[in-house]
């Protein structure tokens, strides 16, 4: 009970013992079993192997062995009694995510370190990997008799394979990278779709960031809506080997195979776009798409599916919402603190991609205004610009011009990207790292750091969920 959520429930266990009811309390270890689980994470390319961090261990327990652990309880009741509800064999996740990568045939992911795996954490996540954890299993043993049905994660996770298989949980292939149509969920005789959709690249970044949207949104729901990724462009060319053996899926195609597979019934579909203003996918690309099946099902006599799209991520209509700048100012923020020495004042510069729509400058300008009230006096100034122009002037300042026509040439300037994944400008050796690395060069007294990218950010899950119910209220 190390972290302040473990006193807490030992705090929460000591009430209800001392309540005179009849209690029992059960100590839950990493629950896993069908449809979550490390197999899960492998399935939505979100598993992390962390490389650094090998004596961080912990029990794992499948849900049927919980199930029977209760059942004898039941039987055999003891109030006050306190039961590690655990396996035999505590583990790193980077073992048990190699093991698992094995049964299922597929590339385990590259390991990383805990550094890099920490900056896309959320507090939640972090705090698992606090402590180490090596929990005995021998009361349940003695007081209730327990056999456990899988004393390992080994014996549970090929279990849980061949559970899934039967119950086509998992997609029947003889081959990891073989296309699949996306999962559906039944709602009311209905089948129910959400496509949560990205513009596409050919970088892997984005579209492991989308993976990692969707889980978080699948756990947020608590599984009962299935969100699946799809890009609207070059996201297939991706070789699948990149992307944990499992290919990616353009929106088109991935919209052809759910509207195929619910030919008979009604379909209702859901559209979550990642975008950061309203682009053209949103209000022409998808819009046209799903008119495309929909005079399809016409022509075939099927019922019209029923969809909803939800709204940008920066809806100038909506400019009390500023929880994308809030990410931003958390993590300037954090760069503040590690570079809390820098003399000379700290300055801001967002920067997004440049975009020909004028409506998505607007939602990138409409962010700067949030930064800068987010931050009030904490810096001394919040300005925009873009990475390419593409012949729009409202673009200006790009940010090979930005540093002198905004005179920042000393103390800290934050370079906040407005990008949601890495791409080919980002990152070292990118070209905004070649740019910075110029202007550093002529500039002794100026020092620049650069934010990462939104990515899977919490604050994002908490606004798709927003944007879901908002699409379906008048469902």
Not at 253 to 280: Q, R
Request: charged share 20%; hydrophobic share 40%; glycine share 8%.
């Amino acid at each position: 009970a190390g972290t302040c959520r473990g006193l807490l429930r030992v705090q929460t266990e000591a009430q209800w013992l001392q309540s005179g009811l009849p209690v029992h309390v059960f100590r839950v270890g990493g629950i896993y079993g069908p449809g979550r689980g490390v197999i899960a994470q492998i399935q939505q390319g979100v598993a992390r192997r962390i490389i650094d961090l090998p004596d961080k261990v912990f029990n794992r327990v499948h849900v049927d062995d919980i199930v029977n652990i209760l059942l004898q309880s039941v039987a055999l009741p003891n109030p006050g009694s306190i039961y590690n509800v655990v396996d035999d064999e505590p583990a790193t996740g980077f073992d048990v995510v190699t093991y698992a990568c094995g049964l299922m045939q597929v590339p385990p992911p590259s390991p990383i370190s805990w550094a890099d795996a920490e900056a896309t954490m959320s507090a939640m996540g972090k705090s698992f990997f606090e402590e180490t954890k090596r929990v005995s299993n021998a009361k349940v043993k003695a007081e209730l008799g327990v056999a456990f049905l899988y004393p390992t994660y080994r014996e549970g996770l090929a279990a849980q394979l061949a559970q899934e298989a039967d119950d086509d949980i998992l997609p029947a292939s003889t081959s990891p990278h073989a296309a699949q149509p996306p999962l559906t969920s039944r709602r009311r005789g209905r089948t129910h779709v959400c496509f949560v959709v990205n513009r596409g690249a050919l970088k892997t970044e984005p579209f492991l960031d989308l993976r990692a949207v969707c889980a978080n949104l699948t756990r947020r729901f608590d599984g009962c809506v299935q969100f699946v990724p799809v890009s609207c462009s070059l996201s297939d060319q991706i070789p699948p080997s990149q992307l944990h053996g499992e290919p990616a899926q353009l929106f088109d195609a991935a919209l052809a195979a759910v509207t195929s597979a619910a030919a008979m019934g009604p379909l209702d579909l859901v559209i979550l776009p990642l975008f950061i203003g309203n682009s053209g996918a949103i209000t022409e690309f998808i819009p046209t798409t799903i008119d495309a099946a929909q005079r399809t099902r016409s022509a075939h006599n099927v019922p019209a599916l029923r969809y909803s799209m939800g709204r940008c991520l920066v809806d100038i209509s909506k400019p009390s919402d500023n929880r994308v700048a809030r990410i931003l100012a958390l993590k300037v923020h954090a760069l503040c603190t590690k570079h809390q020495d820098a003399a000379g004042g700290v300055r801001v510069l967002v920067v997004d991609h440049g975009t020909a729509n004028k409506e998505v400058h607007l939602s990138r300008d409409l962010i700067g205004s949030q930064l800068a009230k987010l931050l009030g006096n904490t810096v001394d100034a919040v300005e925009t610009a873009s990475m390419e122009g593409l012949g729009k002037d409202f673009n200006e300042p790009l940010l090979a011009t930005a540093f002198d026509q905004y005179e920042m040439h000393s103390g800290l300037v934050i370079v906040a990207l407005l990008y949601l994944s890495s791409d080919q400008h980002t990152g070292a050796g990118g070209d905004i790292d070649g740019i910075v690395q110029r202007i550093k060069a002529s500039h002794p007294n100026l020092d620049v750091a650069v934010t990462s990218p939104l990515g899977s950010h919490p604050i994002l899950t908490d606004m798709l969920t927003d944007r879901y119910f908002e699409a379906i209220k008048d469902w």
